[in-house]
């Protein structure tokens, strides 16, 4: 069991992450949210988040969707100096994902670990099965499994029921990650599940918008609620 749940801020720039950092997020992470549920942000802004988030929290970077590096080199190993993590879905993968995923993996060679996603939609997504995903991770070594929804509108959630799911990622991979549209009030009652971290986007961000710049107030409540505070 983790000892404290933290919170993962998802930027898109160097001044958000100054952002999360001011309002107490654990782990920054980087991606673009105007490409996706996983949208890579350019390596380039990678780079800034690192330089300016302080040393001793994570930056971690989405890299898409397996589909998304069909016939495509994958960025410079020197780009992913100073991350602590890489994480990939598995949206419209097909059926041979996980031979490709493998050949991916080889073929970009060492490096942050690797955090694979399960998508709670994930027959919408034309993604792999959760049990599926946590087999392949767990053959591959990850350091852990993010539980995400491929889909953002309302009506798409991770709810308790997953606690079978989360135990298994602790049990055969390590480290827990939620996401998926999650509020203050979705961390609340999610707590129970011990995860290692609750992620968040639009929860961060200015008036709830997605689109928006992170608000450090909006972080700081996000942050008091993954440790039960008021």
């Known amino acids: 069991m983790p000892a404290r749940t933290g919170l ?11 952002c999360a950092v001011e309002g ?30 302080p ?10 969707d397996l589909e998304d590096w069909r016939d495509r080199a994958g960025p ?13 879905g598995f949206a419209h993968a097909g059926a041979d994902w996980a031979d490709r995923w493998t050949a991916l993996r080889t073929a970009w060679g060492d490096g942050p670990a690797w955090v694979a996603v399960v998508y709670a939609d994930f027959a919408r997504a034309g993604a ?12 591959a070594r990850c350091a852990g499994v993010l539980i995400d929804t491929y889909g953002k509108e309302p009506g798409v959630a991770i709810d308790r029921g997953w606690a079978e799911v989360v135990a298994e990622i602790r049990l055969r991979v390590g480290l827990v990650v939620i996401a998926g549209g999650l509020d203050e009030a979705a961390i609340r009652d999610l707590r129970d599940l011990d995860p290692d971290h609750f992620a968040v986007r639009g929860a961060a ?12 107030g909006r972080v700081g409540a996000l942050v008091r609620a993954c440790s039960g505070g008021v």
Do not use: N, Y
């Not at 997020?25 to 988030?53: F, H, N, T, Y």
């Not at 040393?55 to 898409?64: I, N, Q, S």
């Open 8 to 18: 993962l801020v998802s930027v898109r720039s160097a001044a958000e992450a100054l």
């Open 24 to 53: 107490g997020a654990s782990v920054v992470d980087v991606k673009e949210p105007d490409r996706g549920a996983l949208g890579m942000a350019d390596p380039e802004v990678w780079r800034e988040v690192r330089q300016i988030v």
């Open 55 to 64: 040393r001793h929290l994570p930056v971690t970077v989405a890299l898409g």
């Open 76 to 88: 410079e190993p020197s780009r992913f100096e100073g991350l602590a993590f890489r994480k990939m």
């Open 128 to 139: 792999p099965s959760p049990g599926e995903v946590i087999a392949e991770a767990a053959r």
């Open 205 to 216: 961000c200015e008036r709830g918008d997605r689109r928006l710049g992170i608000d450090p």
